[in-house]
């Protein structure tokens, strides 16, 4: 039956998670230091954000909040999704989307405190529970795939190496899309909210 399907990868899904436990570890401590980084020192590639905040604003203006929402999924996906297959090329694309995520936000952080005072991070903090892991997951994802050639041994690569990438996807169907799809509709309703 169908749900014996989803459960019994569901459970692979989560079975996996302990394989990547150290790579999700690492991106979650470079992700938060980059991101302290940029929140002290928001001074790096200054007009680069700005135009990519006002490109950004451009391009949903005028989206209702269904509209925006789905926008807000549909790019946490891609993002996502890219971070982890681009990871198999050792693993640089991954530790890429840490830096320029974590540098951003930090960047992003220090110019909202400096306008709305330092309670407005909590406003980041309910869509970012979701977000925040699901993106280091797909990044942790991506760097153990990456890695792959310098860490597995064992005889019969290809069979192992497609087991890996099996495992990878179903954390990325199971656990990652639906936790980017509930902060995509919280960030929704906050965006909604204040508009």
């Known amino acids: ?16 998670l302990k394989e990547v436990k150290i790579h999700f570890l690492f991106s979650l401590i ?24 006002q490109e950004l604003i451009a391009l949903t203006a005028g989206m209702s909040s269904f509209e925006l929402t789905l926008f807000i999924i ?16 050792f693993g640089i ?8 995520n974590g ?4 960047f992003i952080s220090n110019k909202t405190v400096a306008v709305e005072g330092i309670l407005i991070l ?23 795939l990456g890695l792959f050639l310098f860490t597995y041994r064992g005889k019969n690569k290809f069979k192992e190496f497609r087991k890996w990438l099996l495992n990878a996807f179903k954390v990325f169907i199971f656990i990652i899309i639906p936790l980017l799809v509930f902060a995509g509709i919280i960030e929704g309703i906050l965006i909604a909210m204040v508009s």
């Open 103 to 106: 540098y951003i936000l930090g």
């Open 122 to 144: 909590w406003r980041l903090l309910p869509h970012g529970i979701f977000e925040i892991p699901a993106v280091l997951l797909s990044t942790a994802l991506g760097m153990k």
């Open 74 to 89: 549909y790019n946490n996906i891609k993002s996502a999704f890219f971070a982890m297959i681009f990871g198999i090329a």
């Open 1 to 16: 039956p169908q749900h014996n399907f989803i459960y019994k990868n569901f459970l692979d899904a989560i079975n996996y």
């Open 93 to 100: 694309l991954p530790i890429a989307v840490i830096i320029l």
């Open 30 to 53: 470079l992700f938060f230091a980059i991101g302290l980084f940029g929140f002290i020192f928001p001074i790096f590639f200054v007009e680069q954000i700005r135009e990519f905040i």
